[in-house]
């Protein structure tokens, strides 16, 4: 069983920036892409990012591209989600999770799910 803690999560003000960390732990052997959802309230979870561990590969939500950049350490199993110029529609939870698949954007190939970290972009 793989564990998954996100952190990084806080208010900014519109235009500013966060980096959020996804650190597994466990079982993750079978973990080849790492990705990060984020849910707002009232509506459905929905894909922002993804990157594989081992060959370098990444894709990006059309919202989010050329404003945040997924990245990973391998050596510290831990996937990082920099965002830059917020945006108050960016305010949600956010979640990371991995996958046996290679990036995929399918929530439901996702599994091991973290508990979220909240990000709130004010206007």
């Known amino acids: 069983q793989v564990q998954l803690v996100e952190s990084g999560g806080g208010l900014v003000q519109a235009g500013g920036s966060l980096r959020l960390s996804c650190a597994a732990s466990?079982?993750?052997?079978?973990?080849?892409?790492m990705g990060w959802f984020r849910q707002a309230p009232g509506k459905e979870r929905d894909f922002v990012a993804a990157?594989?561990?081992?060959?370098?590969?990444?894709l990006y939500a059309d919202p989010v591209k050329g404003r945040f950049t997924i990245s990973a350490d391998n050596a510290k199993n831990t996937v990082y989600l920099q965002m830059n110029s917020l945006k108050p529609e960016d305010t949600a939870v956010y979640y990371c999770?991995?996958?046996?698949?290679?990036?995929?954007?399918?929530?439901?190939?996702?599994w091991g799910w973290g508990q979220g970290t909240q990000v709130t972009v004010s206007s």
């Open positions: 990157i594989t561990w081992s060959a370098p590969g990444t």
């Open positions: 466990g079982r993750t052997l079978r973990m080849w892409t």
């Open positions: 999770a991995t996958s046996s698949r290679v990036l995929t954007m399918a929530e439901s190939d996702y």
